[in-house]
């Protein structure tokens, strides 16, 4: 039976009780008070016990919750350090990346700059080449014309 219900039960006999002219004193039937004051004494241990239960599970409740907040922070320290690994990891990367793209632009650069040269001398040599064979071809014109202009003899071609 509940604790509080049987104060107020013993509080009732009180109210019933009958009081005693001229005195703070009051009559009450003894054996209600008795029987009540003995179902307090098989209820208060009852309510001790769920008081008792309800503190352990209370104390259960509180170490889950520790437990979870601590694995919680863990887990969250565990990919705080992971993020800021991936970060240095992509910083580390993207520095990598640029020094290979300006590597790579300069080889480019020196590529182009060697194909340039080999393009100039090799055109350089065409152009000798192309004057060489112009001069040859004008110097054949200019005997064939010249040969025409002087008759051989007389003037027969």
């Known amino acids: 039976m509940d604790i509080l219900h049987l104060v107020d039960r013993l509080e ?15 009559m009450v039937d003894e054996d209600r008070v008795l029987e009540i004051i003995d179902q307090m004494r098989v209820s208060i241990p009852e309510e001790v016990k769920k008081s008792q239960q309800v503190l352990a599970q209370r104390d259960r409740i509180l170490a889950q919750a520790q437990e979870e907040a601590a694995r919680t922070v863990q887990l969250a320290k565990e990919k705080g350090d992971t993020l800021v690994s991936r970060e240095s990891l992509v910083a580390s990367a993207q520095a990598k990346a640029e020094q290979l793209l300006q590597a790579a632009r300069a ?6 700059a060697e194909a340039d040269d080999y393009t100039l001398e090799v055109l350089t040599k065409l152009e000798a080449e192309l004057v060489k064979s112009l001069t040859q071809a004008r110097n054949g014109i200019a005997k064939i014309r010249a040969d025409r202009a002087i008759p051989v003899n007389g003037g027969n071609p």
């Open 107 to 112: 080889d480019a650069e020196q590529t182009r």
């Open 12 to 26: 009732e006999v009180f109210n019933a009780g009958t009081a005693i002219p001229l005195s703070h004193k009051l």
